[in-house]
């Protein structure tokens, strides 16, 4: 599977931005989708992640409530909805794959593929 995520940029505190993530190659529907992100001097962490199906989801923490994570299985597309964004979301935001049983995996080792990365800056 490739992995292309689109939709970052530079958005004032409070906003709202929507990530893309394209998949090409083997059958997405097949694969949980997750985003990560990796902010300036920090280590990636998880952000989101959907089942196959897009039914089942789980969010890290410091992002319930605001982001929303989606899929649309027959453009081979997940998103991440991001609202009400804080100074604090700045980071490289990454869309992976993952081909095993969890439904939402939340460690980066259980993803077998992984997008380049978009830039997500949120202005104070």
């Known amino acids: 599977v490739q992995l292309q995520a689109s939709g970052g940029g530079l958005v004032q505190a409070g906003g709202s931005l929507r990530l893309s993530c394209a998949a090409s190659?083997?059958?997405?529907?097949?694969?949980?989708m997750g985003w990560f992100r990796q902010g300036p001097g920090k280590e990636r962490e998880f952000v989101a992640a959907?089942?196959?199906?897009?039914?089942?989801?789980l969010y890290a923490d410091s992002v319930k409530g605001r982001f929303t994570i989606s899929r649309d299985n027959a453009k081979n597309t997940a998103y991440l909805q991001m609202n009400s964004l804080k100074p604090e979301d700045t980071a490289v935001y990454y869309c992976?794959?993952?081909?095993?049983?969890?439904?939402?995996?939340?460690?980066?080792?259980?993803?077998?593929?992984w997008g380049q990365g978009t830039l997500v800056t949120v202005s104070s």
């Open positions: 959907s089942s196959w199906s897009g039914g089942s989801t």
């Open positions: 992976a794959a993952a081909g095993g049983l969890s439904d939402h995996p939340k460690e980066t080792a259980e993803y077998d593929f």
């Open positions: 190659g083997r059958t997405f529907s097949s694969y949980a």
